[in-house]
């Protein structure tokens, strides 16, 4: 696997579909491709259990940032304990990222932002205008976008503008 200039780099365990993930990812998002692919040998099979030439890791790049896909086999599973966010500018972004990552996923797991895709990864579609209403100083404002963001899946921006400014 190549080195990487990225100090912390996610590496996401999957059980035996790393690159079938990494390349749905890396086909929603700008900037992103499969960088190198390390496959098991015979050495260690008695832990790993995977046969020779078994894809182990993908290295890719979503939006520019490298992460690690890993074939690490059934023993875990992802969790909402961990989520990727993608901060948007545009309803388009999130509209884009909210349809692409949600296909196939957990319906029963989208609120407020939150989806889980069919890989069962966690994510986060966050328009980047949220946060600041979410910190304001006016604490009615922000009440009420927080209010807004709890009755909606994917977020709209315009909704919570219009709900932190007073109106509906």
Wanted: proline share 3%; charged share 25%.
């Amino acid at each position: 696997m190549k080195a990487s200039i990225q100090t912390i780099v996610p590496c996401l365990w999957f059980n035996d579909n790393g690159e079938e993930a990494a390349r749905f990812y890396a086909g929603i998002f700008k900037n992103s491709k499969i960088t190198a692919i390390a496959r098991y040998t015979d050495a260690g099979k008695e832990h790993h259990g995977h046969k020779e030439g078994d894809v182990m890791t993908v290295e890719f790049q979503l939006a520019g940032q490298t992460f690690v896909a890993l074939n690490g086999g059934p023993h875990f599973k992802f969790n909402e304990a961990i989520s990727l966010q993608v901060m948007c500018d545009t309803q388009a972004q999130v509209d884009h990222y909210w349809d692409k990552l949600k296909k196939g996923g957990d319906s029963k797991a989208q609120m407020c932002g939150w989806l889980k895709d069919r890989f069962g990864v966690s994510w986060q579609i966050v328009p980047r205008m949220l946060p600041a209403l979410m910190l304001g100083k006016d604490p009615d404002k922000r009440q009420r976008a927080m209010a807004a963001m709890m009755k909606m899946k994917k977020l709209n921006i315009s909704a919570l503008k219009r709900a932190a400014g007073g109106s509906r």
